[in-house]
């Protein structure tokens, strides 16, 4: 009897270990008007223009209120061109109380739109408007180019 009242009370400690240790993926919630954007600080409020990146040793997760904060920001991560780094943007359907996550390699990017840090990008699985890699490129080779970046200063 002992001994199965000993394991009925060790399975759910051992199941608990296990799933922390699981690998992590995948977007998480973003807790509006609460998170900050990684690189500029602002406080994520519009659903449209959300991104998110885990990765790093730890498979952490960094939020984002404008998908060219994300851009800019990982460009400077050493670890950014692992394979196993997951890049996640908000659809440009997406609402707080419905939030449409895509793959951002995978993702079209059409400009145009206002955006939280005026980079002007939203992403859509429809393939009207250009890929990762030429968004990528694009927000990069318009260095300087984030609203929040402080100038440097000569003294």
């Given amino acids: 009897m002992l001994k199965h009242v000993f394991t009925f009370l ?91 996550w895509l793959k951002a390699r995978d993702a079209y990017y059409v400009k145009g739109e206002i955006s939280p840090m005026n980079y002007g990008y939203v992403a859509t699985n429809d393939p009207e408007g250009i890929d990762f890699v030429a968004m990528t490129t694009t927000i990069l080779a318009d260095a300087p180019n984030h609203i929040c970046k402080v100038p440097e200063r000569n003294e």
Avoid at 39 to 49: G, P
Wanted: charged content about 25%; proline content about 3%.
């Fill in 10 to 100: 060790m399975l759910p400690l051992l199941i608990g270990l296990t799933a922390c240790n699981a690998e992590k993926t995948g977007p998480e919630p973003i807790y509006w008007d609460r998170d900050s954007c990684e690189l500029c600080a602002m406080i994520i409020s519009d659903a449209r223009f959300a991104a998110q990146v885990r990765g790093g040793e730890k498979r952490k997760v960094y939020k984002f209120d404008d998908v060219g904060c994300a851009v800019n920001w990982l460009n400077d991560q050493t670890w950014a061109a692992d394979e196993a780094t997951e890049i996640w943007v908000a659809d440009r359907n997406s609402t707080r109380d419905n939030m449409i």
